[in-house]
């Protein structure tokens, strides 16, 4: 063993040194690795927080504003009632507990959106036009720069768009385009003269002439 060990010493000491200087270096670069690795996912964990979050907000819902009308005429409970500004005649018209076995509903427009200080007024069978013009025109408190109601009688080169749906036969589209004419064409003349707006005729004008005026 002596002789061996005599033999091969040179040999043996350059690969002790050999592992041990692999040993070294393995111990040394796997810590610097380490370290490393855990500077980069510090880095990445700042940069992450740093970032504006992606998650939407949820959107804050805009409760519709209560409003006050007031329904009168056939229905079987009339009275003030508060509702949402999101519904229309015919959920007011429920609200007072429905129509009575004498209303005449024909001339309402059920779909029309309520507003605040409504007045609504359902008629009953029976009623004469001026008296159905009379009561409709009280029942509807002047808004905007309407106006156009004289004598019991709607004016229609003043009336505006609500004032004028409240005429029978006539909804929104018919009054926007009385409004359209007289705007473009001047006032009208003569209650005839109503004749010549687009979608109105002869019939329509005979349910009207005895409930409009130009004065």
């Known amino acids: 063993m002596q002789p061996f060990l005599e033999k091969y010493k040179k040999q ?7 592992v041990a200087a692999i040993l070294i270096y393995l111990l040394v670069f796997d810590d610097s690795s380490n370290r490393a690795t855990i500077e980069t996912i510090d880095q990445m964990t700042l940069a992450a927080s740093d970032e504006p979050s992606t998650i939407p907000e949820t ?44 209303a005449n509903p024909a001339l309402i427009n059920h779909a029309q959106k309520l507003h605040d200080e409504m007045v609504i007024y359902i008629p ?12 409709m025109v ?17 004016n229609i080169n003043k009336a505006s768009e609500g004032e004028l749906t409240q005429l029978p036969g006539i909804g929104p589209a018919k009054a926007a385009a009385i409004i359209q ?14 004749k010549n707006v687009t979608g109105i005729g002869d019939k329509t004008f005979e349910q009207l002439k005895d409930l409009i005026d130009v004065k």
């Open 124 to 135: 009953k069978i029976g009623e004469e036009p001026e008296e159905l013009m009379e009561q």
């Open 181 to 194: 004419h007289r705007s473009e064409q001047g006032n009208f003349q003569i209650i005839e003269d109503l």
């Open 12 to 18: 043996i000491a350059i690969l002790g040194g050999v």
């Open 138 to 154: 009280q029942a509807s408190p002047a808004t905007g720069s309407g106006s156009g109601s004289s004598n019991g009688k709607i």
């Open 59 to 102: 959107e804050i819902e805009t409760e519709s504003k209560p409003i006050v009308v007031d329904v009168k005429g056939a229905v079987i409970y009339p009275g003030v009632y508060t509702l949402s500004e999101e519904q229309r005649i015919v959920d007011a018209v429920e609200a007072a507990g429905g129509y009575t076995d004498d």
